[in-house]
Structures are given as C-alpha cells and as structure tokens.
T-cell receptor
C-alpha cells in the first residue's frame, strides 16, 4: 500500500520569510514523489519531482524539496515566500514496485501574508 | 510542459440530465488518462483510469454506469455523468502522462459541475 500525509491543513507565513510545507510518505518499494500546486477553481500544476539521484530537487517558481529516505519525508521549501505563492499544495507518491497510480496527500493551504 | 485541455470549465444542469466533459491532450498522445473528483477543500480522488481503445478501469466504489468514460482516440477522453443528481456536483479533473512512466502527470483545468 502507498500513502501520503500532509500533517498541516494550513500554513501561514509572512512575505519574504522562508516557507516549508511538510509531506511524509509510506511505500513498500522505492518512491516517486511529486509536488503540485492548485489555485482556486483550477487544475493542478506540476512543481517538482523526485525519481532518483540528488536528494535536493529544484523545481518551478523557486521551490525545492528534499527527499529524506530515513525520515520518509519530502518537504517542500522556498527561501523567500511571495504573496502569489498562496495556494493549495499537494504532495503525491507512487510506489515504483506497484501498479497503482499516484496517491495524493490531503493538501496544505499556504497563505503568504503581505 | 505538456498541455491538457478540459471542457467545459463550468456546467450547470438540471437533475436527471447527462453531462459530458472532454479531456484533450493538445501536444502529446496519451494512451492513458485519469479522471479525478475533488470536493471542496479536499484532496483528489481517483475515479478511473481511461485506456485508449479499451474499457476504463474504475476505482472501488465508483459507479461505472453513472460515470461513463470513453477514450476513443489518443488525444481525447470523455467523462459522462449520467442522470446527474445534486450529490454529483463536484470539481472533476482529468490528467495524462506523456512519455515515460516515471514522468509527472499534467492536469486539465478542471470542470465545475453543479446539478440543480
């Protein structure tokens, strides 16, 4: 079985401050990990992914995420938040040893305060 | 990145009518497309996997006769909500993956269905 947990429903951060959106996962094999962002009444936009290689992955709009195998985490980070980063963020995982499709976390609403 | 187009963006219909939502991959061919349902402030729930030229694979608990999926070409999948009722009101999103199996999914803009 595969699962994803986003422990925070809501994250608030001041503009210019660093932000972190947390994600932990559970798979039986090796994971493919993804972050997506969703703006109101829109589809999901791909931010970044970890397949293999460097644990620190850089993605769109200045976001990055660090794969930590021992902690089974894939937290999303950005050094300096923008008001326009306010949106709903989803972490997703796929078990490479499984035929199952992506499993999404419950989502974290990020609000960047001006 | 790859583009997935979904139409219509918004649809309002009367209870008992059927509604068709289209999902197109504009710049790539997709043998497989995915349909999701999203309730307000909740995550995406995979409804079914749409396979070009064959029957869709439905997730447990999703009614096949209620949500008809047709994937007639490599660039088009349709979801028809048959005899819609207010409880079918939701945000429906499709996605597709070009190329290798390790790649990311690309999503349509979603379709907001409201059944009166």
């Amino acid at each position: 079985a595969q699962s994803v947990a986003q422990p925070e429903d809501q994250v608030n951060v001041a503009e210019g401050n660093p932000l972190t959106v947390k994600c932990t996962y559970s798979v039986s094999g090796n994971p493919y990990l993804f972050w997506y962002v969703q703006y109101p009444n829109r589809g999901l936009q791909f931010l970044l992914k970890y397949i293999t290689g460097d644990n620190l992955v850089k993605g769109s709009y200045g976001f990055e995420a660090e794969f930590n195998k021992s902690q089974t985490s894939f937290h999303l980070k950005k050094p300096s938040a923008l008001v326009s980063d306010s949106a709903l963020y989803f972490c997703a995982v796929r078990d490479t040893g499984s035929a199952r499709q992506l499993t999404f976390g419950s989502g974290t609403q990020l609000t960047v305060l001006p | 990145g790859a583009v997935v187009s979904q139409h219509p963006s918004w649809v309002i219909c009367k209870s008992g009518t059927s509604v068709k939502i289209e999902c197109r991959s504009l710049d790539f061919q997709a043998t497989t497309m995915f349909w999701y349902r999203q309730f307000p402030k909740q995550s995406l729930m995979l409804m079914a996997t749409s396979n070009e030229g064959s029957k869709a694979t439905y997730e447990q608990g999703v009614e096949k006769d209620k949500f008809l999926i047709n994937h007639a070409s490599l660039t088009l999948s349709t979801l028809t909500v048959t005899s819609a009722h207010p409880e079918d009101s939701s945000f429906y999103i499709c996605s597709a993956r070009p190329g290798e199996n390790t790649g990311e999914l690309f999503f349509g803009e979603g379709s907001r269905l409201t059944v009166l």
